[in-house]
């Protein structure tokens, strides 16, 4: 034990942590699942390949390189004991470079941004950036081909205003987010150029050893080079970007890993929550049906019937942050409705079918909840509010899965440093294999 931690969840902590500052975008976040569930002895198949499935094996596959469903076939009869899903997503709102991001101004280099998602954008000043994503390129044998890279030292960042220039900031500022955010890069070179494709090519070449003839796109973004930390003066919270909502990624995977594997289990990990899910990759898109298709083929003998008993009886748990109750500002809650940290996993319930939490599957949750002696907590809107949602409501229209929405409470959801509780993953792994193992 350390500070009241056991162990088991000092690890689990650890484990997060690491994985948090290894993924700053959602194509890192899935290559390092991969390497997890690599070690594990999962296997990889391909979209476009034939799958031959065993029964009591580990599968995974990906899309677009950011999205991943990796399942555990089971010994169960499919049509009549169906998946246990967990469902979580990649992406997290950030700043994403633009296209054709070169900007010179007062002889600073700057780069242009997009905002990608509801990004809480005042804690983006002042901080120490770098960047990471995709780049595609064309090789010098003239083959298309792309790689990940993570700059990860501090290369950019926004300064604020001067509040003697702006004697106002603290009362009236508001953020113009195409003037007031392009990043400043460097200062102009003697030569007077910089061609920011013409950067990446170089660092494709000298880092990381590609023959490069020309680099075509690119999809990257800025994030804090500030590594997470456990905060508090007993180390009772966990602080770092992205945890809304790699935290759900990594406690499913684990909790995936760590369940007995004789019952069919499911993670599925999808990107472009962060904007609406309608993307290929997204959970709008046709992904995860396509796996549970193919699945029911190779064990739900009997055609559509089949899959569709498979479905009926199968459960989703649409796993993403709740937003904790904020002790400076607790009128943002509902009086009875206010989730603390290190408290327990949150149900998110909303009449509007914001979350796709029902009655029986609020019911399910807190009966296996009761069994782990894991506390459970409730999160409603307030009625004069508006309500964020998830991938749970797309999931459960699509496929008709019995569907839940759960989270750990958090503190800056959508800042570039959000705040969870560092007991609250212990409870949710332990909720997460619990129901696995069903």
């Known amino acids: 034990m350390l500070n009241g931690i056991p162990m088991s969840q000092q690890e689990l902590n650890a484990g997060l942590m690491q994985y948090l500052q290894a993924s700053p975008t959602p194509y890192h976040a899935v290559a390092n699942l991969i390497t997890r569930l690599d070690a594990a002895g999962?296997?990889?198949?391909?979209?476009?390949?034939?799958?031959?499935?065993?029964r009591n094996r580990g599968y995974y596959v990906t899309r677009a390189g950011s999205s991943l469903v990796a399942f555990r076939t089971g010994n169960d009869d499919l049509a009549t004991s169906g998946f246990h899903i967990v469902g979580a997503h990649t992406d997290s709102p950030c700043l994403k470079v633009k296209p054709q991001p070169e900007i010179v101004r007062q002889q600073y280099i700057q780069l242009g941004v997009e905002v990608y998602g509801g990004v809480l954008?005042?804690?983006?000043f002042d901080r120490d950036l770098s960047i990471a994503g995709r780049v595609d390129y064309r090789g010098r044998d003239g083959k298309l081909a792309w790689c990940l890279i993570d700059l990860q030292k501090a290369v950019a960042v926004i300064p604020s205003l001067a509040i003697h220039l702006d004697r106002e900031a603290n009362e009236h500022r508001s953020i113009n987010a195409q003037t007031y955010l392009p990043v400043i890069l460097s200062q102009m070179n003697d030569d007077g150029k910089f061609v920011f494709k013409e950067f990446l090519q170089q660092h494709l070449e000298s880092?990381?050893?590609?023959?490069?003839?020309?680099?075509?796109?690119?999809?990257?973004?800025?994030?804090?080079?500030?590594?997470?930390?456990?905060v508090g003066l007993h180390g009772e919270f966990i602080t770092s970007a992205r945890l809304d909502n790699l935290l759900s990624c990594y406690v499913g995977m684990r909790s995936l890993l760590e369940s007995s594997g004789h019952h069919a289990s499911l993670l599925v990990c999808s990107d472009h929550e962060e904007v609406g899910s309608v993307s290929a990759a997204g959970a709008k898109g046709p992904f995860l049906e396509a796996v549970l298709d193919r699945i029911a083929e190779g064990f739900a003998q009997g055609g559509s019937e089949s899959k569709r008993r498979m479905l009926d009886r199968s459960t989703f748990y649409s796993v993403d942050n709740a937003h904790g109750i904020h002790p400076n500002f607790p009128d943002k809650h509902d009086d009875k409705h206010g989730p603390l940290l290190n408290q327990g996993p949150v149900i998110k319930i909303n009449g509007n079918q914001r979350y796709a939490t029902t009655s029986e599957t609020s019911a399910g949750f807190r009966q296996l909840c009761e069994e782990q002696d894991v506390p459970v907590q409730a999160f409603v809107v307030r009625n004069d509010m508006s309500c964020g949602s998830t991938i749970g409501p797309i999931v459960a229209g699509e496929l008709g899965i019995k569907s839940l929405d759960i989270g750990v409470p958090t503190f800056a959801m959508h800042s570039i440093r959000e705040t969870a509780g560092s007991r609250d993953t212990g409870w949710l792994a332990k909720a997460l294999t619990a129901f696995f193992n069903r």
């Open 42 to 54: 999962f296997t990889a198949l391909e979209e476009g390949g034939q799958w031959q499935l065993e």
């Open 121 to 124: 954008l005042n804690p983006w």
């Open 207 to 230: 880092n990381i050893g590609l023959a490069v003839d020309k680099v075509l796109s690119f999809d990257l973004r800025l994030y804090d080079v500030q590594p997470p930390a456990l």
